[in-house]
């Protein structure tokens, strides 16, 4: 076993975990983080996505070990005082969601995106959620969700 | 249950001495993202981990007139930002446009796509075509082979259990060369079940002639390989449609495809035909551009 060392969400924390553990599973079992979904466990379906020093990953195919001194970004550090912030209202304004399992991996992947690309076309959008599966709402709500909230930024 | 062990070598020399000592009990991890799989679908199970994260020499890409290096720990993303890799080798740049998704692609590496050598991969069609060799480096010293000799078959490479891969090379390619890269596969992130890459090297003299074409095809071979036999037939000589359709059914004869959910083996001969046709027809598109080694 090991000790990590783990920045999530701005906040310092440690963990014990197995030295080859994956990120997804000192979230969900370790850390209790239940907002990064478990989905099909091979880096397909991005239910896991969290950031990365900023950058979308799948945290199914990460070893926690490797995030040690990384900033790692999950779902639960979106809002603010219990506040969804923007991207978040905008995908309910728009029904970007429905059984919403995918919902926290496109949060993630999305604002992974926009902060890449504040101003992202529709393709580049598409291409920046290619990692990204949702069986529900035919995608439709959730580009018009990132679009809104594109058209926001300064 | 023995827990596996992850080591984080800091340095070139530990890692080697690390991979002479464990030998088949360790495997290396690049960016992860095909070796977790496998690990979780206990399809390996190697006693060792051996990181090469912190490794920063396996990052360095160098550029020099003989052609480009590329450190084998570049992650996918960056292959394909590389302005040096764009603007010389553009139809790597598309490959790797094409390597899973966004999330793979950012700490995906191109070293860790040739090591798991899957058939339907992206990268070894277009370093294929682009003759790129990879340089191995253990405790008994370094050597350098053609990509092709590496990839041995399916899922397997020709690496020694004490080397690494450190760089991949690709040699600069003559001035009026283009490449194009096509990929044909059920949706984006999926694997390829058929891609070509092609590698035109324009005639000085004669517009529409080809001194070479050069030809790497993914997903319709248990590894990538070169259709040397339809190659042959297109060199020194004029790219009509004629000449165009015949080297693609010889590229298709010299597939060896495998049936899988994906497509079934005919299907995947069929493509190579269709992809081949199109693929050369869209690098005669391009337009020749002037200026050394630009492709």
């Known amino acids: ?154 | 249950m023995v827990e596996r062990k992850l080591l984080r070598p800091e340095s070139m020399e530990d890692a080697l001495g690390q991979r002479e000592h464990y030998q088949r009990d360790a495997l290396p991890i690049a960016g992860g993202q095909s070796l977790l799989v496998l690990l979780r679908n206990k399809l390996i199970d190697p006693k060792v981990l051996i990181d090469l994260e912190r490794l920063s020499e396996l990052r360095e890409v160098k550029q020099s007139k003989d052609g480009i290096s590329i450190g084998a720990m570049t992650t996918i993303h960056n292959l394909f930002s590389l302005p040096e890799v764009r603007t010389a080798f553009p139809v790597l740049s598309q490959a790797a446009s094409k390597v899973g998704s966004t999330a793979i692609r950012n700490l995906g590496t191109i070293g860790g796509n040739i090591c798991h050598n899957e058939p339907g991969a992206d990268l070894p069609p277009a370093l294929l075509a682009l003759n790129a060799l990879v340089e191995l480096r253990s405790r008994r010293g370094t050597r350098k082979i053609g990509l092709s000799e590496f990839l041995r078959g399916y899922f397997e490479t020709t690496i020694a259990p004490d080397e690494i891969l450190c760089s991949v090379e690709i040699p600069q390619l003559p001035a009026k060369a283009a490449g194009v890269y096509l990929k044909h596969a059920i949706s984006s992130e999926d694997l390829a079940i058929a891609s070509v890459a092609v590698v035109l090297i324009r005639d000085n003299q004669q517009a529409g002639k080809a001194q070479e074409v050069r030809i790497g095809l993914g997903g319709v071979a248990p590894v990538p390989f070169r259709p040397t036999k339809a190659e042959s037939t297109l060199r020194g000589t004029m790219l009509n449609q004629k000449a165009i359709r015949a080297a693609a059914e010889i590229a298709a004869s010299e597939a060896d495809p495998m049936t899988d959910p994906h497509g079934s083996a005919e299907y995947r001969r069929k493509m190579v035909k269709v992809l081949v046709r199109r693929a050369i027809a869209a690098v005669l598109e391009q337009p020749e551009r002037n200026g050394h080694g630009k492709a």
């Not at chain 1, 239910?47 to 926690?64: E, K, P």
């Open chain 1, 1 to 154: 076993m090991a000790r990590l060392k783990l920045r999530i969400n701005g906040d310092d924390t440690e963990v014990e975990a197995r030295e080859t553990a994956l990120l997804l599973d000192v979230l969900r079992e370790g850390l209790e983080m239940t907002g990064t979904k478990r989905g099909c466990e091979t880096s397909h379906c991005g239910a896991c996505t969290v950031l990365l020093d900023g950058i979308a990953v799948h945290s199914c195919v990460v070893l926690a070990a490797r995030c040690e001194g990384k900033e790692i970004t999950t779902v639960e550090g979106l809002s603010r005082d219990g506040e969804l912030n923007e991207l978040q209202r905008l995908f309910l304004k728009h029904g970007a969601l429905q059984c919403g399992y995918c919902t926290p991996g496109m949060l993630m992947a999305s604002t992974a995106l926009l902060r890449r690309n504040p101003r992202p076309t529709l393709e580049e959008i598409k291409v920046g959620l290619d990692g990204n599966l949702c069986r529900c709402t035919g995608y439709t709500g959730i580009f018009e969700a990132i679009q809104a909230c594109a058209a926001r930024a300064k």
